[in-house]
């Protein structure tokens, strides 16, 4: 049994990961703004520290064996200058918390793992990126990221990992549902040229590989969190249609993407391809490799 404690617990990507490390018998102490009103711990719940508590006393965490961090402001609104602020600031502040605690502790975690993204690499309609590429700011995302690991290399003693994390994909939660809502509506089709790539996981691969990353001493520095099959928006769509037997017809171009949602629309508008090369060539197996197995799975027909 290992003691893990989870930043950013209560989320889209924490609470999977958090019954996932419960399932196999660890103990979880989840790290939070504030603690949830029924928070009383068990062998069946993780247990909760606020990080003002642990700006008064890392006591608690004393002992334990890794820290996964997870915690950020969500991306998924309009991007207004206040939006933007805390978007960034969020990040940047839960990496310099979390280093500030593993500077504390006694005993050093063995690992920490720190939340990072995709858009690391910059844009691009024809490049693929691995964990070797070089990183490069072209966008507002890519610039976050850049802080945000710059951030991230301040947490020392202990095997640090960069999770770049793609678009984690999940029937009920996350960004599929409204994804696939078009489909749903007969109203489906590629978004602005459909050229653009995307990076995306399944939220099953996407908590194994934070396992993975965790049990695997060999696993340290930049690790892409995206399946081996990363495809154009158009490729993306056409998947969709096809999992379910729905028409792929109805483009929308990429002036109203803008005037509807701003600058938040380049994350629709644009994108990178990117390869998990280190987590494959560790060993690492993903169950959803293509995106057809993952379209299968999450419009219930596997």
Not at 13 to 36: H, N, Q, Y
Not at 221 to 239: H, L, M, Y
Request: hydrophobic share 40%.
């Amino acid at each position: 049994m290992m003691r893990i404690a989870v930043a950013g617990g209560t989320g889209f990507i924490g609470k999977a990961l958090t019954k996932a490390l419960m399932k196999r018998g660890d103990a979880v102490t989840v790290i939070t703004r504030s603690k949830p009103s029924d928070a009383a711990a068990s062998a069946y719940t993780p247990s909760y520290l606020t990080w003002d508590e642990l700006r008064d006393s890392v006591q608690a965490l004393e002992g334990i064996d890794a820290v996964i961090n997870l915690s950020g402001e969500s991306i998924n609104q309009r991007w207004t200058g206040e939006a933007k602020k805390r978007i960034l600031e969020s990040r940047i502040q839960a990496a310099e918390r979390t280093a500030s605690i593993v500077h504390r502790l006694e005993t050093k975690p063995e690992a920490v793992i720190n939340a990072s993204g995709i858009s690391a690499y910059g844009i691009s309609d024809s490049r693929v990126f691995d964990e070797s590429s070089p990183t490069a700011v072209t966008d507002f995302l890519s610039g976050v990221v850049r802080e945000w690991e710059a951030a991230a290399d301040c947490i020392h003693g202990t095997r640090l990992v960069k999770i770049r994390t793609g678009v984690v994909l999940d029937a009920k939660e996350g960004a599929f549902p409204l994804m696939a809502l078009p489909y749903r509506l007969f109203g489906g089709g590629r978004i602005g040229s459909g050229k653009q790539g995307l990076s995306w996981i399944h939220l099953e691969d996407m908590v194994g590989l934070l396992l993975f990353c965790l049990d695997h001493k060999t696993m340290e520095g930049p690790v892409n969190a995206s399946a081996p099959d990363p495809v154009s928006n158009d490729g993306f769509g056409r998947a969709v249609a096809k999992a379910m037997n729905r028409p792929h017809w109805f483009p929308v171009p990429s002036f109203l993407m803008r005037a509807v949602f701003g600058e938040m629309s380049t994350l629709l508008l644009d994108g990178q391809r990117a390869l998990p090369k280190k987590a494959m060539e560790h060993g690492f197996e993903f169950r959803y490799p293509s995106v057809d197995s993952a379209m299968r799975q999450l419009v219930g027909k596997n």
